[in-house]
């Protein structure tokens, strides 16, 4: 439940034809690489 919950703070946002992405935390980015789900370009 608290993978699903720090994930749910992640947003996109289309704007003028562009995706962007929220800022994402380091606790959920260093999950996303420990779990090697690749959700969260560089």
Do not use: H, N, T
Request: proline fraction near 5%; include cysteine.
């Amino acid at each position: 439940m608290d993978l699903i919950e720090g994930f749910s703070k992640v947003c996109m946002v289309e704007l003028g034809g562009k995706e962007i992405m929220s800022e994402v935390s380091k606790p959920v980015r260093e999950l996303d690489e420990k779990l090697g789900l690749g959700l969260f370009p560089k």
